[in-house]
């Protein structure tokens, strides 16, 4: 008899009609057949799925040029479809179940003709781990399939864990015939589904990425009692041996990657990656914060990826193991057959650019996309953490809420306790990059780095962050930061990268009460004396402006978050409003 799992796939393939139906096992056999496929079989706007890249200089790399109007995540076309609209709130589209269902019902059907349905049997999280979630991705796309290979636990063991039970996270994925107008995305919180069509980009076709591991999973864990985030986990080493862990929600683009595999510049000090991208956290019994990252892989920002700016990285994307790695819509050097991209280097002389034709420089285009991506696996990482594969995870003592903010936040600021802690978060406002598809540089409000997964209203979110105070008997520390803040020129007042360790080195000192800190109108800050500047020459004006507080620019800044709380009508916890309030008097 069939298990509801064979048979929910067995409705799939009536109603998407592929020409067969092939169960991925997660194999190293299975990935070399797969990216065979993708170089010899299946094509892309004329252009072969995959390409191999310098086998010499970038082991089991391989190139991907996806769609051209395929290159970011859709959030106008991503819905979150709950029964009601106030439970999906303003911070999303909404569409009722039903009609949402219809309308993918019409496109997907007979999506797959002529095409192989590959279900991808996957854990979001170790298999022994309480919190790990068991799920199944059905998609048309290799590309689709070997990057889900790499960026989750895929293994046929995962439908032996299903079994018999009907409660799986089911993915339903085609990229259709690549129409932007039949393009959504449609997730189902209470069925614990997505339904995806029309696209291949990694945030809108690798479903186990922000479209379960955060839409979904945020709301499961305001269900369940825990927190699902768009944050790194990084463990920072001290001269000691002990160390200290981070999680840090920053925005797509605002160097979550570069945080997470950090070279210290400092001595003694060293970071470790257990994630860069996605959080779940959940109180333990001791009544501690522990968090897992529930991927294995890294879907990075490649444009200013470089041996300066994250030399762990370059170092991960070059190491070569059984999983392949995948270069997206990168430029690519025609002399070295290597792919190359806006701040890797020096400007090799023949370049192919991300559409495929020679890159003429003087055109003004850039030669790869802003948002051209890798794909690769965390194992490759030389700073992996020793607890990667723990699960029970790490237990976090300090937070981070970044943005990316030229002249107004500090470089970091403390919250003073658990409420306005939360406050830090929910006034979040970053300017925008090319990770989505709007106008870059402009302004919005995007508390937690939530702003596009939450998956559920955000003032109910808010609530529940709230909540978790009361289930924690030792609370992280949590702390606003922006590593980008510029002078009168535009030049940063900062240093960036390697050097943010001295962040870091404050934090741990706080964290473990070894320092003390002063208070301004909007948290604490740091006393100057009390960060390790030694082998770095910033003019003290610079460290003054670092941290300088603009009161009239805050207080704009006040009413541009009063406007965005009052979307939220009613629901807005009072604890927000009255933070907010608290913030103005203060400013004066």
Same mark, same amino acid.
């Given at each position: ?9 067995? @409705?799939?393939a009536?109603? %998407?009609? &592929?020409? $067969?139906? !092939? ?7 299975? /990935? *070399? ?11 892309i ?6 390409? @191999?890249?310098?086998?010499k %200089?970038? &082991?089991? $790399?391989? !190139? ?7 290159? /970011? *995540? ?20 909404w ?21 192989t349905?590959?279900v ?5 999280g170790?298999?022994?781990?309480p919190y ?9 796309s ?7 290979r790499?960026?989750t636990?895929?293994t046929?063991?995962?439908?032996e864990?299903?079994g018999?039970?009907?409660?799986f996270v089911?993915?339903l ?22 339904w ?25 864990g ?9 944050m ?9 041996g002990?160390?200290?862990y981070?999680?840090?929600?920053l ?14 510049v ?19 019994e001791?009544?501690r914060?522990?968090?897992i ?10 444009c ?11 170092k991960t ?34 370049i ?8 003429d420089?003087?055109?003004g285009?850039?030669?790869a ?5 890798f794909?690769?696996?965390a ?6 953490s ?21 002249h ?9 306790n658990?409420?306005?802690n939360?406050f ?9 990059t090319?990770a ?5 540089g ?7 780095a ?14 529940h962050?709230l909540s ?27 240093p ?38 030694q082998?770095?020459d ?16 805050w ?19 009072k604890?927000?409003?009255?933070e ?6 203060k400013?004066?």
């Open positions: 008899m069939a298990t509801p799992l064979e048979r929910w796939v067995e @409705e799939q009536k109603l %998407t009609k &592929p020409d $067969s139906v !092939y169960w991925c096992d997660g194999s190293e056999e299975e /990935a *070399r057949r797969l990216v065979e496929i993708g170089i010899k079989e299946e094509k706007d004329g252009h072969s799925v995959f390409s @191999e890249l310098n086998q %200089t970038f &082991p089991r $790399s391989y !190139y991907h040029r996806s769609h051209p109007t395929d290159v /970011a *995540r859709t959030e106008h076309l991503t819905y979150v479809c709950h029964p009601n609209q106030e439970t999906a709130g303003p911070n999303n589209n569409m009722p179940p039903d009609e949402a269902k219809e309308k993918m019902r019409a496109l997907s059907d007979g999506c797959m003709k002529g095409k349905m590959y991808l049997p996957y854990m979001m170790h298999p022994d781990s790990a979630k068991a799920c199944i991705q059905l998609t048309d290799v590309y689709v399939a070997i990057s889900m790499i960026m636990r895929m046929k063991k995962v439908t864990k299903i018999n039970n009907k409660n089911k993915g994925h085609s990229v259709g015939d690549f129409d932007p107008e039949k393009r959504f995305i449609m997730h189902f919180p209470d069925e614990q589904f997505v995806s069509i029309g696209s291949g980009y990694g945030g809108n076709a690798l479903l186990g990425k922000k479209c379960f591991s955060l839409r979904l999973a945020s709301y499961l305001m269900q369940e009692g825990w927190l699902a985030e768009h790194v986990i990084l463990g920072a080493q001290d001269p000691s002990d160390t200290t981070i999680a840090a929600a925005p797509s683009a605002c160097g979550k990657t570069n945080l997470a595999m950090m070279e210290s400092l001595p003694g000090y060293k970071i470790w990656t257990v994630g860069d991208d996605i959080a779940w956290m959940n109180v333990g001791d009544g914060l522990w968090a990252n529930p991927e294995t892989g890294f879907f990075g920002v490649a200013g990826t470089s041996k300066k700016t994250n030399p762990n990285m370059m994307l070059t190491k070569g193991t059984f999983y392949p790695t995948l270069f997206t819509n990168t430029a690519i050097n025609a002399d070295t057959n290597e792919p190359w991209w806006e701040g890797m280097n020096g400007v090799p002389k023949n192919i650019d991300w559409h495929g034709n020679k890159w420089p003087a055109a285009e850039k030669a996309h802003p948002n051209s991506r794909t690769v696996s194992y490759q990482c030389p700073t992996l020793p607890l990667f594969e723990n699960p029970q995870g790490v237990p976090i003592s300090a937070i981070f809420f970044g943005s990316r903010r030229m107004l936040n500090p470089l970091i600021v403390e919250g003073m658990w409420q306005h939360v830090l978060g929910a006034r979040m406002g970053s300017e925008t090319a989505a598809s709007h106008k870059e402009v302004i919005r409000r995007d508390p937690m939530m702003l596009p997964f939450c998956g559920y209203n955000m003032a109910d979110y808010f609530k962050w978790v105070e009361k289930k924690l008997v030792y609370k992280p520390r949590v702390f606003s930061i922006n590593w980008f803040r510029t002078d009168e020129d535009g030049e940063y007042l900062w960036g990268f390697g050097h943010n360790i001295r962040v870091l080195k404050w934090v741990i000192d706080r964290v473990h009460g070894r320092v003390g800190a002063q208070e301004t109108p909007i948290g604490l800050i740091p006393k100057i004396e009390d960060l390790d500047m082998g770095l910033i003019p003290k004006d610079n460290l003054k402006k670092l941290f300088a507080i603009d009161k009239d620019g207080l704009r800044e006040a009413g541009d978050i009063e406007e965005f709380f009052k979307k939220f009508g009613s629901r807005m916890p604890a927000m409003w009255d907010l309030n608290a913030m103005k008097r400013l004066g």
